[in-house]
């Protein structure tokens, strides 16, 4: 279908979907019940317009305001993660100048899910669908709910929040964003536990897990969802 020569971007947004579906297939799992974020952040409305075009829809963000800047000149079907910590001061800001805002991930307190259950209140919108985000790493880390209080506050969220939609965990791994098959295991037994205490179906629940160097084994290990971005993008270059 590709007349004109496709960007080295799109070309690694395919590359990434026919390995996520081979490791779909590794894991006897359907290629559907996988689904791909590319992360932008830092990278240009052109270069993120690119994969748009190409038919991606999923894509994540992790500071607010440049969010907020870029969101507009996308059309209204993107689907629009928050990905990450998020402050609650900032839950506000980041809902109504999103208002394609798909999920939150990164939920960690239940200030922010306070916050973010008031801010959507009243906008009219569905409720928003949120992620907890779990430490799994056991370092000392300014982000994520400990393992032992994942249904804590998953409860929370359920029964205090109408306007969120508790919809499963996500988890960085280590400080250093690399991760290990225990993080996965650890994500998926806070997984096992909360189903079983809530009542929710295992199908109905996410887990966000898998970045660029890991995303594979991640699937392997029960993602539904994993967060791309400079294996698609390219590496990210930060002015300090
Ligand atoms: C930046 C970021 C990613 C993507 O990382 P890559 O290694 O570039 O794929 C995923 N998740 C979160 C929360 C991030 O901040």
């Keep these: 279908m590709a007349t004109?020569?496709?960007?080295?971007?799109?070309?690694?947004?395919?590359?990434?979907?026919?390995?996520?579906?081979?490791?779909?297939?590794?894991?006897?799992?359907?290629?559907?019940?996988?689904?791909?974020?590319a992360v932008s952040k830092t990278k240009p409305v052109k270069m993120i317009r690119e994969v748009y075009d190409a038919g991606h829809r999923h894509f994540g963000e992790n500071y607010v305001q440049e969010l907020i800047d870029k969101?507009?000149?996308?059309?209204?079907?993107?689907?629009?993660?928050?990905?990450?910590?998020?402050?609650?001061?900032?839950?506000?800001?980041?809902?109504?100048g999103v208002p394609n805002l798909y999920m939150v991930e990164g939920v960690d307190s239940e200030k922010v899910a306070d916050h973010?259950?008031?801010a959507v209140s009243g906008l009219g919108r569905p409720p928003l669908k949120v992620l907890v985000q779990v430490n799994t790493s056991g370092e000392a880390s300014k982000s994520g709910v400990e393992p032992s209080n994942c249904v804590e506050l998953a409860k929370h969220i359920e029964e205090?929040?109408?306007?969120?939609h508790f919809s499963g965990f996500m988890t960085i791994g280590n400080l250093d964003y690399t991760s290990t098959p225990e993080n996965f295991k650890t994500l998926a037994s806070c997984q096992e536990k909360t189903c079983r205490e809530l009542g929710i179906p295992m199908e109905e629940f996410e887990l966000s897990m898998g970045m660029s160097s890991d995303f594979e084994l991640a699937i392997e290990m029960g993602s539904t969802n994993v967060r791309v971005g400079s294996t698609i993008f390219g590496a990210r270059e930060y002015a300090t």
Aim: net charge positive; with cysteine; glycine share 2%.
């Design 4 to 37: 004109a020569a496709e960007s080295a971007t799109v070309q690694a947004l395919r590359d990434v979907m026919q390995r996520i579906q081979q490791a779909s297939e590794r894991a006897n799992r359907p290629v559907s019940s996988v689904r791909l974020v």
């Design 71 to 96: 969101a507009p000149q996308f059309p209204e079907d993107t689907k629009w993660h928050f990905i990450g910590h998020l402050q609650s001061n900032k839950a506000k800001a980041l809902v109504t």
């Design 116 to 118: 973010l259950d008031k």
């Design 160 to 164: 205090k929040c109408p306007n969120l």
